[in-house]
């Protein structure tokens, strides 16, 4: 089956054809690691986790790349502001790199915890200075830089289509000349390939350069790594959308200049915001809900997972509580279900539950239709004529592009809520007992029997049986 996908590029859902039989090359922009990931963030990773292993699912043999921002990324688009790592290391006393490492670890404690594929190579872009000065200097000798007040610049006025892939309008953008701040810049859309005169002269990530010392922008990072890894034309690039403007604007500017290569990327592919009550959920705004307090909350991360599969990634998703209680109960029903399903053998999958599986597979397939994909399990699940074996099979063979670790509905069934309200009145019952309370423990036997309940004494303690 064929993978389609909405390409932002063309605005349209295109068939993904790889540039090499076979392959497939995906780059993800990855964390800018100076402080946790917030959630939405890390929808973001779950729809990229969900491509990596569509492809994988469609035969593909992927690289897939993801890079670490480390240093470059200013708090403000426009080359202005500070570097986000230095002005974190600052406000808590810590080295940058000691900051680097922390959050780095984080991150992929909350991608495992998501049960998110480790892309098969993930680079830090302090690792790559001389792979971005490579880039800066090719981009001088095709005449497409300028130094000015000490700083490196991309001239955007010396190719022919800036701003393709954002649609921008650049006379609009002269207008908007007049709010730019970096007074050194012959277009206020020229971007910073190389800092030498950082106001921050304590800068403490700083390397030697032909240009002086100082320290990359952010964009040249993600086109230095991309092809190193992947090769100056590859298939897949993707980010979310809030990098379609400037950041990945820029990189297409800077790389098809430098590699000489049109189309540098075939397809691009971008995740929407997760919004808060008051809109995107930013970092910047320090309002973040980050997966560790979900956690602390009593959520598993594997309901934030679901949550985000009930969304597709071109949507816009409101969290809220609500919604991530829903989408913990009907994660966890589905866990009870294929626990009682697991017990049960079959052989293979015959037609009735492979039908389910195809409408799966074309919901996938078909630009990550993932909301889609979960309806058509739950329609096989409930579907009483699919023999049980065969619905656990086919789940885990599901799962396999789900990423919700469905095979551990086998080991242990996940508790109701209810049950847990229940054994914890069982408990205050003992007590009760144990005090000599017997109108209270007997008011809490009724309350169990209104729950559906039947409190059953034995010599070893009391137990409950579901009436
Ligand atoms: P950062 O760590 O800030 O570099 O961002 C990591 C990724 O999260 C990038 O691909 C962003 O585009 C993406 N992102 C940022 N905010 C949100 C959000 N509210 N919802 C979804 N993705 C986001
Ligand atoms: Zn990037």
């Not at 605005?11 to 939405?40: D, M, Q, S, W």
């Not at 002269?174 to 921050?200: C, H, M, Q, Y």
């Not at 594997?302 to 949550?307: G, H, S």
Request: hydrophobic share 35%; net charge negative.
């Amino acid at each position: 089956m064929t993978v389609r996908l909405y390409d932002t590029m063309s605005r349209a859902v295109k068939e993904f054809v790889p540039i090499e039989e076979g392959k497939a090359g995906l780059y993800c922009c990855g964390p800018t690691v100076y402080n946790f990931a917030h959630i939405g963030n890390l929808r973001t990773f779950i729809f990229e986790d969900l491509l990596h292993r569509t492809l994988v699912k469609a035969g593909y043999s992927l690289t897939h790349v993801m890079n670490i921002t480390d240093v470059g990324h200013l708090t403000g688009d426009g080359d202005d502001g500070e570097d986000k790592m230095e002005k974190s290391a600052r406000e808590s006393g810590r080295s940058v790199w000691d900051i680097a490492e922390y959050y780095t670890k984080a991150f992929f404690d909350d991608e495992k915890d998501l049960n998110i594929i480790r892309p098969d190579i993930v680079c830090k872009a302090t690792d790559h200075i001389n792979d971005m000065i490579e880039i800066i200097k090719k981009l001088e000798e095709g005449g497409h830089t300028y130094i000015s007040g000490g700083n490196v610049y991309f001239s955007i006025d010396t190719i022919d289509d800036y701003g393709k892939l954002a649609k921008l309008n650049l006379d609009d953008l002269k207008e908007g000349a007049r709010i730019e701040v970096d007074s050194n810049k012959r277009n206020p859309k020229d971007f910073v390939l190389w800092f030498t005169n950082s106001k921050f002269k304590d800068q403490a990530m700083q390397w030697p350069s032909p240009w002086g010392t100082g320290y990359p922008g952010w964009h040249i990072e993600c086109s230095a790594m991309s092809s190193r890894y992947l090769g100056s034309h590859f298939d897949i690039h993707c980010g979310g959308i809030d990098a379609i403007p400037v950041h990945h604007t820029n990189e297409i500017a800077q790389s098809e200049a430098a590699f000489d290569q049109k189309p540098w990327v075939n397809y691009w592919c971008h995740g929407e915001f997760l919004l808060n009550d008051k809109g995107k959920m930013s970092k910047s705004s320090g309002e973040f809900l980050t997966l560790s307090l979900l956690k602390e909350k009593g959520y598993d991360a594997l309901d934030y997972r679901y949550f985000c599969l009930g969304g597709h990634y071109r949507s816009q998703l409101k969290f809220s509580f609500e919604s991530l209680d829903q989408a913990r109960s009907a994660r966890q029903t589905l866990m009870r279900r294929l626990a009682e399903c697991s017990r049960a053998k079959a052989d293979g999958i015959s037609e009735g539950a492979r039908h389910y599986l195809d409408a799966f597979y074309e919901a996938m397939f078909n630009d990550l239709k993932a909301p889609q994909a979960l309806a058509a399990l739950w329609s096989m699940m409930r579907d009483s004529s699919i023999p049980d074996g065969e619905k656990w099979l086919a789940a885990l063979e599901m799962d396999s592009i789900l990423g919700l670790s469905l095979e551990k509905a086998q080991e242990k069934e996940e508790p109701q809520e209810a049950d847990s309200e229940a054994l914890s009145l069982l408990e205050q019952r003992s007590e009760a007992k144990k005090a000599k309370n017997y109108a209270l423990a007997d008011e809490i036997r009724s309350r169990l029997a209104s729950m559906g309940y039947k409190v059953v004494d034995t010599p070893k303690g009391a137990t409950l049986e579901k009436l």
